[in-house]
């Protein structure tokens, strides 16, 4: 396992997981069916070929093989702005595939920042992560998820009161102790 993917795995047990963030993940906390994949990509060409090979992994395996998937991109998409144009593109070429309503994306970034907030609020914290990635999610099995699950609705403001209790600055001092060591 490779450094970033070790990372990747710290902040899901610290963050995602350990701050109840997404209470979905637990189960696939160690299980083979969460796909980390860290991409090489350093150019645009790179960028949408890992995107579309995950994309078709996806397609091509069951939910039994391959729940979700983190795609991640350590070498490029470090400017936020730059991330949110990739985030775009890929949402589009979900659409041109005709897998709207099959895949949904979810999107981390280190310096994630909600618009209108602070960049240094407690709630981006929520989708900050220690390299830009997109989440690729099978939409059946999140809808299946959310049968289970009282209010789903209000996870975003659950995880804002969360963070917001917590402080940005001790999130702050989390996220140094994990990645800045």
């Not at 906390?29 to 994309?55: P, Y």
């Not at 005709?98 to 310096?111: C, N, T």
């Not at 963070?163 to 140094?176: E, N, T, V």
Request: net charge negative.
């Amino acid at each position: 396992m490779d450094k970033a993917e070790r990372e990747i795995r710290a902040w899901l047990d610290t963050f995602v997981i350990g701050l109840d963030l997404c209470p979905f993940a637990r189960p696939l906390q160690h299980s083979d069916k969460l796909r980390i994949c860290v991409s090489d990509a350093r150019t645009d060409g790179e960028l949408h070929r890992a995107f579309l090979g995950e994309l078709d992994l996806l397609q091509t395996k069951s939910d039994v093989e391959i729940a979700t998937t983190l795609l991640a991109f350590p070498h490029r998409l470090s400017e936020f702005d730059d991330f949110l144009g990739f985030l775009h593109e890929s949402q589009k070429l979900i659409e041109s595939a005709g897998l709207e309503g099959v895949i949904q994306l979810a999107s981390f970034h280190p310096r994630y920042q909600f618009e209108g907030t602070e960049p240094d609020a407690a709630e981006n914290y929520s989708n900050r992560s220690p390299y830009p990635i997109l989440h690729l999610l099978r939409e059946d099995m999140l809808t299946r998820s959310l049968q289970d699950f009282s209010q789903p609705e209000l996870i975003p403001e659950r995880n804002i009161a969360a963070l917001d209790k917590i402080g940005a600055k001790a999130l702050r001092s989390r996220w140094q102790k994990l990645f800045e060591q």
